[in-house]
């Protein structure tokens, strides 16, 4: 994984300097600028507006109690979205633009799910965090005081084990 964030990194910028070069000799350099920004400060403005609805489906779907999945994949997209739109670029205005399509947007949330990036906690699948409950009795002692005069309780706990708790 390393490796491929390393190549991204490096590639990316090579690639997208390229491509430039090439829409630069076809149209022109200052042309060539004024596209990249247009597309840029479109997409982005596009996100916003996407997002926004993101937002108020996701707080809509909370107060009803339903499921929040699909708006959280919807959000996180948008996020990516939105980062290769700021990017100066046509590779990554492209990328950006195919985030902008909610269903390209479920259908790779739906592949992360499937392929185990992401997980989910909860009664129907994923996670689970252990609870530990401890039998005990406790006594209160009262009257001791600290050394500054405040009024204390301490609390003797004392555990019971149970056959089960042995056998863990």
């Known amino acids: 994984m390393p490796l491929i964030i390393l190549l991204l990194l490096l590639g990316l910028p090579v690639l997208e300097l390229a491509v430039l070069i090439d829409v630069g000799a076809e149209i022109g350099a200052i042309s060539t600028v004024f596209l990249c920004l247009l597309t840029a400060a479109t997409g982005l ?14 707080q809509n779907a909370a107060a009803k109690g339903g499921a929040v999945e ?5 959000g996180f997209f948008l996020l990516i979205a939105g980062i290769c739109l700021f990017i100066p670029g046509f590779l990554t205005d492209a ?21 185990g990036s992401f997980t989910r906690g909860g009664r129907h699948g994923g996670t ?31 555990t019971n084990p149970t056959k089960n708790d042995e056998k863990t």
Do not use: M, N, W
């Not at 403005?45 to 996701?58: A, C, S, T």
């Not at 409950?133 to 005081?145: C, L, S």
């Not at 500054?148 to 706990?157: Q, V, W």
């Open 95 to 115: 990328l950006g633009a195919l985030l902008l399509i909610p269903p390209v947007r479920l259908f790779l949330g739906r592949a992360g799910l499937r392929r």
């Open 128 to 158: 689970y965090t252990r609870t530990i409950i401890i039998d005990g009795e406790f006594t209160e002692k009262t009257g001791h005081h600290r050394s500054d005069k405040t009024d204390s309780i301490e609390t003797i706990i004392h």
């Open 45 to 58: 403005y596009l996100v916003r507006l996407q997002g926004l609805k993101v937002i108020q489906d996701l």
């Open 70 to 74: 699909a708006q959280l994949v919807h």
